[in-house]
């Protein structure tokens, strides 16, 4: 049974006898926002999808043969996290691989979720601008504050950092 207010773009277009044909023409009316919070908990245990973020899209990849039980090469990788540093920067592949899995939608945060990427109280540090919400953990140089939104003069002595920062989602009115 397909319910209202779930994600089911692997339900509808690899288990449905009909897939898309009886949405065909309907048009779309938002994009899915997933919290970070959401994604944690899509980890792919106890009959949940196993969801990935890269650079600020989520993707599904319960149905990927190499992210059975919401791990990939054993527990390097797990599911319901963001991980964009680890596929960008360590992956032989990159994000080639996930091609094959579907693109369910983008990587939000409330302000209160991006003030807990301090460095403290989750071990990455995250900032945002102009709604866009960039990892800083790794720029030893980072001064300003983290799980912040930045503005005016802290950008201005930021703008060189951030163009080295990676983005991993946006940020949302809650």
Known sequence: MHLAGNELTSELLKDSPHGIRKISGVD??????????ELKEMDGHDGRKA???VEGKVYDVSELSLWRNGSHQGDLHL?????????LAESPHGVAKLDKAYLVGLLVFTREQLARFNGIA??????????VVFDVSDLGLWELDSGV??????YAAAIELL????RVGYLVNN
């Open 28 to 37: 779309a009316i938002a994009i899915l926002g997933i919290t970070i919070d």
């Open 51 to 53: 969801y990935v973020s």
């Open 79 to 87: 599911a319901g996290n963001d991980l964009t540093k680890e596929i």
């Open 122 to 131: 989750e071990s990455k540090k995250y900032i945002a601008y102009d709604s």
């Open 149 to 154: 939104e930045l503005s005016g003069e802290e």
């Open 163 to 166: 163009q080295q920062a990676i």
